[in-house]
């Protein structure tokens, strides 16, 4: 066909709806595509050669595939649905209203300052920012060397929507091109259920772009007949515009399903939403195919110089050209064949410039018959032009005159390289096979079987075999039988392996570009092996090689066979770096799906969260939503806090404790199970009281601490701290289930049923008789560390007499659905009493000054009893418990361990994590002792308190020491953590 219509577009293109057109705009400009399109071929049928600039060096850059291969085509791309800032333009299907921009280039594309790098070449090679930016600190050149080379700018915007399945398969077909079309037709009515997934918007594969006849018609309708097939039959799924994203363990697969809106007639669209399936497959075939490699030569990297594979699928799928006038630069017969269809098209091919002395196939012998000009045994050896390619230079392989061509397209086809990432997600290591030039797999995975192209060098012919013999060898294994289809019958130029050649034998190597993104050159590859990186990881990562966003499937084979020939190794003794999932790059949307914001953390709301809004509280995440502070008490935070603490001091204050650990342990041996965690002696707890302690994990270090109430006798009330109760009633199961299943116990976590509100100060008491308890609330009567249950307005409730606060001090629990008016009626009564509310900040503080511990903040990872001052409480109790053998341990019982002390500051302040300085240090950086824990001012005492975890602390009372905190030092002494109320006078009030 001859190419009629102006710009770069032709007659044909199997992919596109001429009409549906569509408008769209790049950089700015106006421009116009169809439905079908994909943003690059919009692109090049707009006549745009120029998409970006490489990394370092900011040379331009073209489109150079169609698909996921190109490492040069980014975008950013605002629709209808959302804004991305760096696309893949061959992922990106044309909408209307699309509005696309470059993401590198300042301050443009076409006029880049960047590009000034391109004068210091020789002095930025491999390993340059490592050696060049260490000092002082390489954040201080970060944020310029970001700005000219990053990916486009992120902005906030509203996810796009997104769906999650879960299903299973007996069969899950990989790729829709003519192999995995005929394993699906080969497993029609064998009763299993096929999903066939294919990141195409149609199956077909190559058949869409190759002269292939299939019963006499041409290969794209054949696979659009089938494909109709397939979506009538119950029994297979048509997955299009699916890419399989990752293999795991057992056949598990994740799969990432676009949904396009074209949109048209003014109605903008774009990628509406996404599903990602989790899918189990109890069989895989793998038809993914391969892609084209590239050639190195020097100036490899102009815009113009593409994949021939990419060529053929503008021309075949998209009706476009991608210049005028294209040469080939191959190493086997693709080049020919891909030859053979521009010339169809109606494109002039300048010449076929082939490494191989004599090739002889059918596709050499086409060209030969059409009249293309053939260079045999000849190369690429450098190129014209600077924004786009005006020529190629061709020599003999040997050695000889150089030959200047004019193209503005080179098409590159050094071999094809054999998609096989899903297979090494599951551990399959890639071996060489040099007779086709192709790393392939050794062996697969159970139950997985390999067809087409990405078992090695295949042919059309070969493809539609493999499928039927998997198919049949499928029906056998599950019982389904034989099967009876008509072959199709093919028409093709059958293809030969390519001769390995990796790169020009002339020219420079500092300018033969092997990964276009990053700028990595065969010099550089030279220098990584000078300088002793020759493991293939270490290559990647010093020199930056397949570390782009095609993530090295345009690069790294090149890079293998470069480091290769350096080393005197095989190819295949180099190997190849590691793949991971992803296949291809995933929203975090999509894999979030619904779970943003407080759907993905719930929001965990007090049974009396109204009633504290009521009271002007200020919320933050404490993993429940809990009141920091209250501006019913203050105008600022600080103010508010004193004000709160004064209240608990000197009146009475209100803090609800909801979120506080409440596990129910019942039944014969629950006393012994108990016993086996707690470092006290539980066996001795008598019904009715509390009795404080922590727990240890095997290693002897505190996990958590809390009060411990015997309800009655095998009944029992744990209440670890908020942030570790679900932790805590997980491992009470756990240790419940695997280690002691012959103990009678019931383990019940009730955190959720009952609120619980805490009323601490000196007329506690006497706001509590106020709600007539029915319960003897003197001292004598209900002492400290006592339990009581009663009836509140005909409701039960639970009393605990404990205390965080150093205060008298009541913790009331009823069933959740009463919380609210609990809190109401005792802020009520407690009007002339003059309570206050109390938040977390004012809590803690309170604490503080009692010396009460908070685990988590004045424990770390080391911390044990001793620490803390509980080593004789351990040291009584004979029988064992979780942690016990690793406190016989030396390093336990060492005398230079950080234990828990006071310190209190005569001027200045303190803060958590100021360092302790060794009693000989001036200043910093010097050696330390330990760290502040927790600080505070102290409304009671008119000073700076704090605890802090100090070697040797506890024999070190009264020492001062000093304190380095943020550039400042403070001087301190050591007391004990107890500031308040040392003999518990107003606590057991």
Sequence with gaps: MAARETGFRLDGGCLIERSKPLQFRFNGKPMLGFKGDTLSSALLANGVGLLGRSFKYHRPRGIYGAGLEDPNAMVAVRDAYGYEPALRAGQVRLAEGLDAHTVTGWPSV??????????????MKAGFYYKTFMWPTWGLYEPYIRKPTGFGSAEPVKPRHSEQRHDICDVLIIGGG????????????AGLKVVLADEQPRLGGALMREGVTINGRPGAEWAVEQQAVFEAADEIDVLTDTVVTGAYEGNFFTLLQSDHDAGGAGQAGGLRSERLWKLHARYVVLATGSLDRPLVFEDNDRPGVMLSSAVGRFVGEYGVAPGRTVGIFTNNDSGHLTALSLLQAGLHVSAIIDTRLAPESPGVEATAAAGIRRLSGAEVVGTSGYKGLRSIDVAPVGGGAAERIDCSVLALSGGRTPLIHLATHLGVKPVFNPESGEFICPYVPDGWHIVGDAGGFSSFAKAINDGLEVSAVIRTTTGAGPFSWDVPKLSALESAPSAAFWKSNAGNPARMWVDLQ??????????????????????????????????????????????????????????????????????????????????YRPRRRMPAHDAHIAGGAVFEDFGWQRPDWYHANGADRETAVAAEMVAVRGAVGLFDGSPLGKIEVTGPDAATFLDRFYVSNIMTLKPG?????VMLKEDGVIFDDGVLTCIDEGYYLAGPSSGNAEMVASWFERWRQTEWPALEVGIAPVTSNWASVAI???????????????????????????????????????????????????????????????????????EALGIQMVGMEAWLRLRLEKGYLHVGSD???????????????????????IGKRSLSLAFSGSDEREELVGLHAGQGRLAPGGRIMAPDAVSAPCVTEGYITSACYSPSLGKDIGLALIERGRSRMGETVRIYDNGGVVEAEICSPVFYDPDNERLRA
Excluded: W
């Design 518 to 599: 990053n700028d990595v050159t065969v010099a550089d590859i030279e220098l990584a092996v000078r300088e002793g990186y020759v493991s293939v990881e270490h290559l990647k990562r010093y020199t930056t090689l397949g570390m782009g966003t095609d993530q090295g499937r345009t690069s790294n084979i090149n890079g293998l066979a470069i480091l290769a020939g350096l080393t005197g190794r095989d190819i295949g003794d180099v190997g190849t770096t590691t793949f991971r999932p992803p296949y291809t790059a995933v929203r975090l949307s999509a894999i979030a799906h619904i779970r943003q914001n407080d759907i």
């Design 110 to 123: 076409d006029f880049d300052i960047g590009a000034l790098a391109q004068l210091g070449m020789r002095f």
């Design 178 to 189: 003519v192999a995995g079309i005929t394993a699906a037709c080969g497993l029609l009515g």
């Design 689 to 693: 009281r509390i009795r404080y302690s």
């Design 760 to 830: 601490a100060g000196p007329r506690a008491r006497e706001l509590l008789a106020k709600l007539n308890p029915g319960v003897d609330l003197s001292s004598t009567a209900f002492p400290h560390m006592s339990y009581r249950e009663c009836r509140l307005g005909g409701v039960a409730a639970r009393i605990s007499r404990v205390s965080f606060t150093g205060e008298l001090q009541y913790e009331i629990s009823v069933p959740a659905r009463y919380g609210h008016d609990l809190v109401d009626q005792l802020m009520g009564e407690g």
């Design 859 to 881: 424990t770390n990872g080391r911390t044990t009893p001793g620490d803390i001052g509980m080593g004789g409480i351990v040291e009584r109790k004979i029988a064992d418990f």
